[in-house]
């Protein structure tokens, strides 16, 4: 039996490709500079993928901003904007990722969206009647060739073209149909050259055959592959899926000329199902996805090897491998020195998960699984006691009836109470949080974390950034104030260091975005609020100063999608129990006079089911509840806000409309504020603020396209119901960037006060 990898995170075991594409950015490396940092990267990777076994190890999984947006220039589905800048290669790329903002020109950047139910976020390509689809790219042929330089043989990945055209935006007349062919001749190409070089196999990456499928769907996907394995110039073609199960075109799938076929039997609910009742086909590989890429938990191998087990009645050409890419897991437990041996144990991040795939190999090869030492081991390592049980936390949630999540009295009646008693101007201007974490933020808490700086001096030291903040937004004019949050390092990780319940690493970095990454949290045990989390810096805030500030939380089904969730307990028990302790945050808030608090849940979709058969039973029914609860036991006169950014709302907006908060606020900015229309066609009866500017992008946005933005949203929203905010919190930007951005906002909105009074 042999062992696959899908794909290997990419930003470096200590965040290197993040640093050095920073200093690029900032011209204080060269180009030349930046590609030796990826290169050195790749080969690691690549070294410590053959030095553990693995047979089928990635090439061309490496980007220096996103994969998606690789494939778009692979194919030259550039828009113009960008190729008439005039820049290099590599800025014409990050152009189109982060927006420029030069001497060549000003464009914003590509509308980002999430990759299906994980927090990275992809770059959406665009594509209009005069695009042109072809091969002009040489990246995945670059990589193979560098990695086959190194000694290794790998196998070239790819992003498929059927999820390339289904997550494509279309700009023109034209659909994905319309571009097909010479999506399909540019993939054919493709594979020529790469067997050229002596590739053996090419994996092509298919996700989105996990999502619904309509008929048209799935003869577009067989239309495509028809075409583009009709000649495979020798090289063998791995279909790879990951994320859920492909219950709409398994047959379809199989009947193909594919060599390989890559399933999920972590998140795959019906996969194991599907091959059960129709077989696998005889002379292609069978790619199991039993590791699971995207948490990191040590897999269970005696499940694995029952799963292994059944395949085998099917199909005796298996290969095992990652569930999706490793993308979504931290490189490796090498660089965590403080974690105790009895929570390490438990885990295994991207370099651990190569070992797992090793053992499992030689257990599955040795005829007696359970009498291999590796299998025994995890055995008990399954069945061990966890610390982190809590009683009283248990019983509470199942104590819990229909009236918790009910806020009195109804949306209209308190929008009503609230209105007289905040008695804001028309178009309300506000921030969403976090303002920017500037150099002084960061020394101070990395100080204060070594011992450095003392408990008093670091607090007095917040109080000075809150005062400054306070004093900054008062005069640029903001209706409704912040506090910046510079005591927080994360929007989930602060949080969770002030639950019980929670473990925290050093060194656990996932990808983002770009060179956004994250350290989530683990949940380790039953979650309860030890002490008040944000009451004394929001009360500190508000005595700075007449208007009202903010209270800011992060919400339970944020606070859980961000985190590695525990795999002992289903993630519905786990949102209420975190629910409990950010109600008990929010009562406190009202109770120390914070009159307006906002609740983020910016990653409510994250774990919505890719099927919409699944979306109530599997997710809805506990995620919208668990918000509702947070804050049906305020006032009527206290206001609660949410925010939510980076995710496709049309199809969930009446549920987003049930989670009765007061306001709203989307990111909308790089999606050209679509939002609006769906807010409209739904009778969206919570006031709204879809973001007015792109907080990811460096460029300032003058008052003219912010007031455009404004006067795009009246008309589709009730100016009653509109706020005029950012769309995203201000933490990544610096203060040159955010100071004039926020002017140019608050003139805007001042401006279309006066013409709409």
Same mark, same amino acid.
């Given at each position: 039996?042999?062992?696959?990898?899908?794909?290997?995170?990419?930003?470096?075991?200590l965040?290197?490709?993040?640093?050095?594409?920073?200093?690029?950015f900032?011209?204080?490396?060269?180009?030349?500079e930046?590609?030796?940092?990826?290169?050195?990267?790749?080969l690691?990777?690549?070294?410590?993928q053959?030095i553990?076994?693995?047979?089928?190890?990635?090439?061309?999984?490496?980007?220096?901003?996103d994969?998606?947006?690789?494939?778009?220039?692979?194919?030259?589905?550039?828009a113009?904007?960008?190729?008439q800048?005039?820049?290099?290669?590599?800025?014409?790329?990050?152009a189109?990722?982060r =927006?420029?903002?030069?001497?060549?020109?000003?464009?914003?950047?590509?509308?980002?969206?999430?990759?299906?139910n994980?927090?990275?976020?992809?770059?959406?390509?665009?594509?209009?009647?005069?695009?042109?689809?072809?091969?002009?790219?040489?990246?995945?042929?670059?990589?193979?060739?560098?990695?086959?330089?190194?000694?290794?043989?790998t196998?070239?990945?790819?992003i498929?073209a059927?999820?390339?055209?289904?997550?494509?935006?279309?700009?023109?007349?034209?659909?994905?149909?319309?571009?097909? !062919?010479?999506?399909?001749?540019?993939?054919?190409?493709?594979?020529?050259?790469?067997?050229?070089?002596?590739?053996?196999w090419v994996?092509?990456?298919?996700?989105?055959?996990?999502?619904?499928?309509?008929?048209?769907? @799935?003869?577009?996907?067989?239309?495509?592959? /028809?075409?583009?394995?009709?000649?495979?110039?020798?090289?063998?073609?791995?279909?790879?899926?990951y994320?859920?199960?492909?219950r709409d075109?398994?047959?379809?799938?199989?009947?193909?000329?594919f060599d390989?076929?890559?399933?999920?039997?972590?998140?795959?609910?019906?996969?194991?199902?599907?091959?059960?009742?129709?077989?696998?086909?005889?002379?292609?590989?069978?790619?199991?996805?039993?590791?699971?890429?995207?948490?990191?938990? #040590?897999?269970?191998?005696?499940?694995?090897?029952?799963? @292994?087990?059944?395949?085998?009645?099917?199909?005796?050409?298996?290969?095992?491998?990652? %569930?999706?890419?490793?993308?979504h897991v931290?490189?490796?437990?090498?660089?965590?020195?403080?974690l105790?041996?009895?929570?390490?144990?438990?885990?295994?991040?991207a370099?651990?998960?190569?070992?797992?795939?090793?053992?499992?190999?030689k257990?599955?090869?040795? =005829?007696d699984?359970?009498?291999?030492?590796?299998?025994?081991?995890?055995?008990?390592?399954?069945?061990? !006691?966890?610390?982190g049980?809590?009683?009283?936390?248990?019983?509470?949630?199942?104590?819990?009836?229909? /009236?918790d999540?009910?806020?009195?009295?109804?949306?209209?009646?308190?929008?009503?109470?609230?209105?007289?008693?905040?008695?804001?101007?028309?178009?309300?201007?506000?921030t969403?949080?976090?303002?920017? !974490?500037?150099?002084?933020?960061?020394a101070?808490?990395? %100080?204060? #974390?070594?011992?450095?700086?003392?408990?008093?001096?670091y607090?007095?030291?917040?109080?000075?950034?809150?005062?400054?903040?306070?004093?900054?937004?008062?005069e @640029?004019?903001?209706?409704?104030?912040?506090?910046g949050?510079?005591?927080?390092?994360?929007?989930?990780?602060?949080?969770?260091?002030?639950?019980?319940?929670?473990?925290?690493?050093?060194?656990?970095?996932?990808?983002?975005?770009?060179?956004?990454?994250?350290?989530?949290p683990?949940v380790?045990?039953?979650? %309860?609020r030890?002490?008040?989390?944000?009451?004394?810096?929001s009360?500190?805030?508000?005595?700075?100063?007449?208007?009202?500030? /903010?209270?800011?939380?992060?919400?339970?089904?944020?606070?859980?999608?961000?985190?590695?969730?525990?795999?002992?307990? %289903?993630?519905?028990?786990?949102?209420?129990?975190?629910?409990?302790?950010?109600?008990?945050?929010?009562?406190d808030?009202?109770?120390?006079?914070?009159?307006?608090? !906002?609740?983020?849940?910016?990653?409510?979709?994250?774990?919505?089911?890719?099927?919409?058969?699944?979306?109530?039973?599997?997710?809805?029914?506990?995620?919208?509840?668990?918000?509702?609860?947070?804050?049906?036991?305020v006032?009527?006169?206290?206001?609660?806000?949410?925010?939510?950014?980076?995710?496709?709302?049309?199809?969930?907006?009446?549920?987003?409309?049930?989670?009765?908060?007061?306001?709203?606020?989307?990111?909308?900015?790089?999606?050209?504020?679509?939002?609006?229309?769906?807010?409209k066609?739904?009778?969206?009866?919570?006031?709204?603020?879809?973001?007015?500017y792109?907080?990811?992008?460096?460029?300032i946005?003058s008052k003219?396209?912010? /007031?455009?933005?404004?006067?795009?949203?009246?008309?589709?929203?009730?100016?009653?119901?509109?706020w005029?905010?950012?769309?995203?919190?201000?933490?990544?930007r610096?203060?040159?960037?955010?100071?004039?951005?926020?002017?140019?906002?608050?003139?805007?909105?001042?401006?279309?006060?006066?013409?709409n009074?």
């Amino acid at each position: 039996m042999k062992t696959s990898v899908i794909g290997y995170p990419r930003i470096g075991g200590l965040r290197e490709l993040k640093f050095a594409s920073e200093k690029y950015f900032r011209s204080e490396i060269s180009a030349d500079e930046l590609e030796k940092t990826a290169k050195q990267i790749r080969l690691y990777n690549i070294d410590l993928q053959r030095i553990n076994n693995i047979d089928f190890i990635p090439s061309n999984d490496f980007s220096f901003y996103d994969g998606v947006l690789d494939t778009a220039f692979l194919l030259g589905a550039v828009a113009q904007r960008y190729t008439q800048l005039g820049l290099s290669k590599l800025d014409t790329y990050f152009a189109a990722a982060r =927006g420029y903002q030069g001497e060549k020109g000003d464009v914003k950047a590509l509308a980002m969206k999430k990759w299906y139910n994980t927090n990275y976020h992809y770059m959406v390509p665009e594509i209009d009647d005069s695009t042109k689809i072809e091969l002009v790219g040489s990246k995945p042929l670059e990589l193979y060739k560098e990695a086959a330089e190194a000694g290794v043989k790998t196998k070239p990945v790819v992003i498929g073209a059927y999820t390339f055209l289904k997550l494509a935006r279309y700009t023109g007349s034209k659909n994905a149909q319309d571009f097909a !062919q010479d999506t399909a001749k540019a993939y054919s190409k493709l594979l020529e050259k790469l067997s050229e070089l002596g590739a053996e196999w090419v994996q092509i990456d298919e996700p989105s055959l996990v999502k619904d499928m309509t008929a048209q769907d @799935i003869e577009l996907f067989t239309g495509l592959y /028809k075409n583009i394995l009709a000649d495979r110039h020798g090289v063998k073609v791995l279909l790879q899926t990951y994320f859920g199960d492909v219950r709409d075109c398994y047959d379809r799938i199989c009947s193909l000329g594919f060599d390989g076929i890559g399933l999920d039997f972590t998140e795959g609910k019906k996969t194991l199902e599907l091959v059960k009742a129709n077989g696998f086909p005889k002379g292609k590989l069978l790619f199991a996805g039993v590791v699971n890429g995207k948490n990191i938990w #040590r897999n269970d191998y005696s499940k694995t090897v029952g799963i @292994i087990s059944e395949l085998a009645k099917y199909t005796n050409d298996i290969v095992i491998g990652t %569930s999706c890419s490793l993308l979504h897991v931290p490189c490796t437990l090498e660089n965590e020195t403080k974690l105790a041996d009895e929570v390490r144990r438990h885990f295994a991040y991207a370099q651990e998960k190569l070992g797992e795939l090793g053992e499992l190999k030689k257990i599955l090869a040795s =005829g007696d699984a359970q009498a291999q030492p590796e299998f025994i081991a995890n055995k008990a390592l399954h069945e061990e !006691q966890r610390s982190g049980f809590n009683a009283a936390v248990r019983e509470k949630v199942a104590k819990l009836t229909e /009236k918790d999540f009910v806020r009195l009295p109804e949306f209209s009646e308190r929008e009503k109470i609230q209105k007289a008693e905040f008695k804001l101007p028309l178009f309300p201007t506000t921030t969403i949080g976090s303002f920017p !974490q500037t150099a002084d933020v960061k020394a101070a808490r990395s %100080s204060f #974390r070594k011992g450095e700086l003392s408990q008093e001096d670091y607090e007095s030291f917040i109080e000075k950034k809150i005062a400054e903040c306070v004093a900054l937004q008062e005069e @640029i004019g903001l209706d409704v104030l912040v506090h910046g949050e510079f005591e927080r390092n994360d929007m989930v990780e602060y949080f969770g260091e002030c639950l019980d319940g929670y473990i925290f690493t050093e060194k656990a970095w996932v990808q983002s975005y770009g060179t956004r990454c994250v350290k989530p949290p683990v949940v380790w045990g039953d979650i %309860s609020r030890a002490k008040p989390m944000t009451v004394r810096w929001s009360k500190y805030a508000q005595s700075l100063t007449d208007k009202n500030m /903010k209270g800011m939380l992060t919400g339970p089904v944020t606070i859980l999608n961000w985190s590695f969730p525990r795999e002992d307990i %289903s993630l519905r028990e786990s949102a209420f129990q975190i629910a409990l302790a950010i109600r008990e945050e929010v009562l406190d808030l009202e109770a120390n006079g914070i009159r307006i608090i !906002q609740v983020d849940e910016a990653a409510l979709r994250e774990k919505l089911p890719l099927r919409k058969s699944d979306w109530r039973e599997d997710y809805l029914d506990w995620a919208i509840p668990a918000f509702r609860f947070v804050h049906s036991g305020v006032k009527p006169q206290t206001q609660i806000h949410t925010h939510m950014c980076y995710s496709e709302f049309a199809d969930i907006i009446k549920d987003i409309d049930d989670m009765d908060a007061d306001v709203i606020t989307f990111e909308a900015s790089r999606s050209d504020l679509t939002i609006l229309d769906v807010l409209k066609a739904n009778n969206f009866r919570t006031e709204a603020g879809p973001g007015v500017y792109d907080i990811h992008s460096p460029r300032i946005p003058s008052k003219d396209e912010i /007031k455009a933005a404004i006067n795009k949203m009246i008309g589709r929203i009730p100016v009653q119901k509109l706020w005029v905010n950012p769309d995203c919190g201000l933490k990544t930007r610096g203060v040159e960037e955010t100071v004039p951005s926020l002017k140019n906002l608050v003139a805007a909105a001042r401006e279309a006060r006066d013409e709409n009074s």
